[in-house]
């Protein structure tokens, strides 16, 4: 069996998933499969990216697209496209997935989280690897060097901005402007509107 | 924190980063902040962008587990916007006070009626646990650790899958773009042991897409078929099979 990957951003998925989800919500499985066909690509490439481990990724992606399956009637248009929305769910599940992994304990989690120190360049150069969008990849070049490894580190990492900081030895308010005037330089460099 | 700062959270807050007291907060503010809403929204879709960028093709079994289990979940019902909730809510609550005395009055006027109706209302509801029990097996399956999945072209173009789990011993059939049998007619699904055919249960004509979970063990079966027969089901084959597909061992 053929699959094609879906490499198509969020703005060339407008309408048609959008309809897709309003049939989702009054149970059409036809619709569910053709919202797979879109969106399971990037679900699951999003989730593997942040978990690394191939098996626990499949099980979360399986959660994320049950998620869609069984919520799509909350989800509102007016907050932004169905891509969106479904890869925030997909973000959000793999962030609570690391996180939850990560050791309970406040000593255990920086001992986890020293331990993953030297990874950072090799992340952002790895996840750069494997970006199938030229356009992205050139517009994450433009950015600063702490805008890249700040935003990079948070999304494709889930690491929260405390870690990011701790990480790169900067204080905290900087890291926070970091991710926010990153994102915005990528907003522009991709031509991104809602 | 204050508002200039709750301000710039937007881009901690679209990447997940911000702890579970800031988020809340900045959720908090976000409905009296139009300014931050559009930033946010910028910046998801912006985030969105990242996410297709890593794209990867995904196994085909993940699909066939998806949709396995899509059908053994309950939906959500929909949602009414927040603000006309209350206003629904009343109208709700009115109208079953209503159906109520209406069916109190009915249920005097017409004696058992309205035990009929829980009874029919019971029955639904075993069929739908049936449904469900047979459902949450047939993704069990399909989640098995040592499923191997078959495909094959059937006539017409349509595609049919085996999904077997030598470990629990069952097998698991999906088929898609299957046209409805002839009236009268049904579709069979078949074990084959060797030359022997064994019934393995009969597709719901009505649903052109569809799983189910194959009756019997799996056994030694060395192969699957699928054919077309009289409504009900025949004891053997009594045509020609739509498509044999072997199994893997």
């Known amino acids: 069996m053929k699959e094609a990957v879906h490499i198509g951003g969020p703005a060339s998925a407008g309408p048609d998933l959008q309809e897709l989800l309003g049939l989702v919500a009054r149970g059409d499985q036809d619709a569910f499969s053709q919202v797979y066909d879109t969106v399971g690509g990037a679900v699951l490439g999003l989730v593997r990216t942040v978990l690394r481990d191939p098996a626990q990724s499949e099980e979360v992606a399986q959660e994320v697209l049950l998620e869609v399956w069984k919520s799509a009637a909350r989800y509102r248009p007016s907050r932004g496209s169905a891509m969106t929305w479904i890869l925030t769910l997909a973000h959000r599940r793999a962030v609570d997935r690391v996180r939850s992994a990560q050791a309970a304990t406040h000593r255990e989690r920086r001992a986890a989280l020293l331990e993953r120190t030297p990874a950072y360049d090799e992340v952002t150069e790895q996840v750069e690897a494997r970006l199938e969008r030229e356009q992205v990849r050139r517009c994450l070049r433009g950015l600063t060097e702490l805008q890249r490894q700040s935003v990079t580190l948070a999304y494709y990492r889930g690491l929260a901005y405390r870690e990011v900081a701790e990480l790169l030895s900067v204080p905290l308010g900087t890291v926070k402007t970091r991710l926010r005037d990153g994102l915005i330089r990528l907003r522009d460099c991709l031509g991104v509107s809602v | ?249």
């Open chain 2, 1 to 249: 924190m204050n508002t200039g700062d709750l301000h710039l959270l937007t881009g901690a807050y679209v990447l997940h980063a911000l702890s579970p007291e800031e988020h809340a907060e900045f959720e908090r503010h976000l409905p009296g902040c139009p300014s931050c809403s559009q930033e946010v929204r910028e910046l998801a879709a912006t985030a969105g962008r990242l996410a297709s960028a890593v794209a990867v093709t995904p196994p085909a079994a993940l699909k066939l587990q998806v949709m396995a289990r899509i059908s053994a979940e309950r939906q959500e019902p929909p949602q009414i916007p927040r603000q006309s909730r209350r206003g629904g809510s009343r109208a709700g609550r009115a109208l079953s006070r209503f159906a109520l005395a209406a069916s109190v009055a009915a249920a005097a006027a017409f004696g058992g009626v309205a035990l009929w109706q829980h009874q029919e209302a019971r029955d639904a509801r075993d069929v739908a646990e049936r449904a469900q029990t047979r459902a949450e097996e047939l993704a069990g399956v399909l989640a098995a650790p040592d499923a191997t999945v078959t495909s094959g072209r059937l006539t017409d173009g349509a595609t049919g899958t085996v999904v077997v789990s030598r470990g629990r011993d069952e097998a698991a059939f999906l088929v898609s773009g299957l046209p409805e049998p002839p009236a009268g007619k049904v579709y069979q699904l078949w074990f084959a042991d060797g030359d022997v055919m064994r019934p393995a249960g009969l597709m719901d004509p009505s649903d052109s897409t569809s799983a189910m979970l194959m009756d019997g063990p799996v056994d030694g079966a060395s192969g699957m078929g699928i054919t077309v027969e009289p409504a009900g089901g025949s004891a053997q084959p009594t045509s020609e099979p739509l498509a044999l597909m072997k199994l893997p061992v």
